[in-house]
């Protein structure tokens, strides 16, 4: 995920806003296949509680807290270590991704207020400047919403965060 988000930043910032549907597709992608992960790792999770004695819907601090002594206590905490930094560079690249995203090249702008008007779409039939701002305007309404669904609140929740 947070290749796709760093590759979709460099897109924006280079000005290849016409990637953007590519982008978009792919992410969206990786978050269906993360929701399938998170129901994995649920499971996971509610195994390894039954076995330690521990309530089935423990988040990580709560497994590493009841883990038996030995390597368990350490390589869990090192591993939600490794997953709070990785959200955090997360986060930083979904941030960006919203600020270019929510500033479009000049033009998408005032294409969204005309579409306000009656007869905006006869207007639209006769200019593909017009077509082509149209679809550049449903690329980035599709990347900024796969970003900002980017925020995996199950995986926080399990690492405590």
């Given at each position: 995920?947070?290749?796709?988000?760093e590759?979709?930043?460099?897109?924006?910032?280079?000005?290849?806003?016409?990637?953007?549907?590519?982008?978009?597709?792919?992410?969206?992608?990786v978050?269906?296949?993360?929701?399938f992960?998170s129901?994995?790792r649920?499971?996971?999770a509610?195994?390894?509680?039954?076995?330690w004695?521990?309530p089935?819907q423990?988040?990580?601090?709560s497994?590493?807290?009841?883990?038996?002594?030995?390597?368990w206590p350490?390589?869990?905490?090192e591993h939600?270590?490794?997953?709070?930094?990785?959200?955090?560079?997360?986060?930083?690249?979904?941030?960006?991704?919203?600020a270019?995203?929510q500033?479009?090249p000049?033009?998408?702008?005032?294409?969204?207020?005309?579409?306000?008007?009656?007869?905006?779409?006869a207007t639209?039939?006769?200019?593909?400047?017009?077509?082509?701002?149209l679809?550049?305007d449903?690329?980035?309404?599709?990347?900024?919403?796969?970003?900002?669904g980017?925020?995996?609140?199950?995986?926080?929740?399990?690492?405590?965060?």
């Amino acid at each position: 995920m947070l290749f796709l988000l760093e590759t979709q930043l460099l897109h924006l910032r280079a000005g290849n806003w016409h990637r953007l549907g590519f982008t978009a597709a792919e992410l969206e992608k990786v978050l269906e296949n993360l929701r399938f992960e998170s129901l994995a790792r649920g499971v996971e999770a509610a195994s390894v509680a039954a076995e330690w004695k521990a309530p089935h819907q423990s988040s990580l601090p709560s497994l590493i807290s009841l883990a038996p002594d030995g390597i368990w206590p350490e390589l869990l905490e090192e591993h939600r270590r490794g997953m709070t930094v990785l959200l955090t560079e997360i986060d930083q690249a979904v941030a960006a991704n919203i600020a270019l995203l929510q500033s479009p090249p000049a033009g998408s702008v005032e294409l969204a207020a005309d579409l306000s008007q009656p007869d905006a779409l006869a207007t639209l039939a006769g200019g593909s400047d017009d077509l082509a701002l149209l679809a550049r305007d449903a690329n980035v309404q599709r990347a900024l919403a796969a970003v900002q669904g980017s925020s995996l609140p199950l995986l926080r929740d399990f690492l405590g965060l």
